[in-house]
């Protein structure tokens, strides 16, 4: 992967319900492999809370777009106030911002509102006056012109008219001469290496799949519709169980997505990762509901990371925007490689916090068990003592019983405390989860293990086994070759995942053995 290239930002800034977070779709759509992800779009004001970020191209020139909450106290959302000033921060990092209106309405108090904000800021502004659906429109939208800004553009973010005369104005506002290589005379070099890396994927191959009859409960949903975008990973569309041809994935981004119950921390903790108020923080439950993407370096590694809305039953979801910010959760797991999964250690484990694990483990990710909030279970909110830590260690593995194999590491997002200790155990994890093995070395491990302890015989009928094999990594997958599935009995094919796991260090990685029944005279494969 190339080096990061520098690009201006360009905050969407407006009252709530105005589009821009369809606007936000829209201009991001023309890149979205490269960084874009949909933000959820609904009819009532206020969806929009924490600040999105994605790229967007226009005649060779490329700039960061940020989706940004309403201002204003027309949002319904009770948590307007610290989303508006989430909003106001966003303007402060904006090299231009687009103050997006709706022709409908005309005219509010609340864009007077936004336009206080915008004056106390020095940097160029245009105006999109937005749901000008036809031309016959424009002339109700005249009124916008006495702002006094010379750049207006009449579009619709929804049907995508006179994006176009937006973008050109945009381009020709901002300064390029600090981004030189945001610019056209870079723009061969930057999608060469793109069609390279889209050349050396696989065509064609779709998300990792759960397979049927796995738990999950309450949490399963249909991926699909709202929950449709791409997510911004090299390896997100991976398919079925195969090997990642060489070890290139290595100087690649290691990608984490947050995962747990509402009200554990993540967003407290994506915080202090980035080193930045990035994420909005509220005591609401629910308070995340587009997953947040970020990178950031820890030495010299990168990471990717995903904070996504906290999961809860679908029973309980109340509105489509939570039904949608759960969807996205899902398929933010799906694209990642490690799995964070956070828990609150003054709460303890609750059953939502086990349905999220199962999930988790249906999805065949790479897992460490985050227990945030760790300096609550001190009297003086200091690190555990490692009797305290042990005790606890062994509820919290009670507790999971679908993760017995996941690192666990204790954290304070509060304190910034555990951090190394988390991002390491994470390198373990992913490491793990592309670990390739030699066919030889795990045909005799396997067999000595056989060997001390045989299988149980079912019915007067014998488990015999002719070969083992690796067929797949992330995550790594075996292919065992027996006579008879049926003979396989579930505590015995626990038996040989833990063989592997412990011959081979296979710690922090689902691991899936796949059974192949050996047709009578049929020719063993090589």
Known sequence: MGRDVQRPKVALIGRPNVGKSTLFNRLIGRESRRG????????????????????????????????????????????????????????????????????????????????????????????????????????DAFEFYKLGYPDVAFISAQSGRRINELLDMVVARIDWSSF?????????????????????EAPGAEAREPQAG??????????????????????????????????????????????????????????????EQRALVAELPGTTRDPLFASFMHGEQRFELLDTAGMKRISRLKLDVDYYALIRAEKGMRSSEVA??????????NEQDKRVAAKIEELARAVVVVVNKSDLLTEEGGPLDEPLREAHLDYVRGELGKLPWAEVVYVSALRGRG?????????????????????????????????????????????????????????????????EKLLMRQAYRRYLENTLRKHFALGGTHIELVLYEKRKGAKRGG
């Not at 519709?225 to 041809?245: H, I, K, Q, S």
């Open 214 to 275: 796995q738990a999950g409960g309450d949490l399963e949903v249909e991926p699909g519709g709202e929950g449709g975008e791409e997510y911004p990973f090299a390896w997100a569309a991976l398919g079925p169980p195969r090997f990642v041809p060489d070890l290139s994935w290595r100087d690649e981004p290691v990608q984490l997505v947050f995962a747990g119950r509402q009200n554990v921390g993540k967003s407290s903790l994506t915080n202090a990762l980035l080193g």
């Open 419 to 483: 951090l190394d200790e988390l991002l390491s155990a994470a390198l373990r994890a992913r490491e793990n989860f592309h670990r390739r093995i030699d066919n030889t070395v795990l045909r005799a491990v396997l067999k000595e293990a056989i060997a001390l302890s045989p299988p149980p015989i079912v019915k007067n009928r014998e488990l015999r086994f002719y070969d083992f094999r690796q067929v797949g990594n992330c995550p790594p997958a075996f292919l065992v070759e027996i006579n």
């Open 180 to 200: 030189p290589e945001a610019t056209p005379a870079f723009a061969a070099e930057r999608y060469g290496a793109r069609i390279e890396l889209e050349l050396l």
């Open 36 to 139: 874009g992800r949909s933000a959820i779009v609904a009819k009532r004001a206020g969806v929009t809370r924490d600040r999105l970020y994605g790229v967007c191209e226009w005649d060779g020139y490329e700039f960061t777009v940020i989706d940004c909450g309403g201002i204003g106290e027309q949002s319904e959302d009770p948590l307007w106030l610290p989303v508006a000033e989430n909003s106001l921060l966003a303007m402060t990092q904006a090299d231009l911002v687009v103050f997006l209106t709706d022709a409908q309405s005309g005219l509010t108090l609340g864009d007077d509102a936004v336009l206080k904000e915008l004056r106390r800021h020095a940097c160029p502004i245009v105006v999109a006056v937005n749901k000008v659906d036809a031309g016959k429109h424009e002339a």
């Open 340 to 349: 964070l999964l956070t828990l609150d250690g003054a709460e303890g484990i």
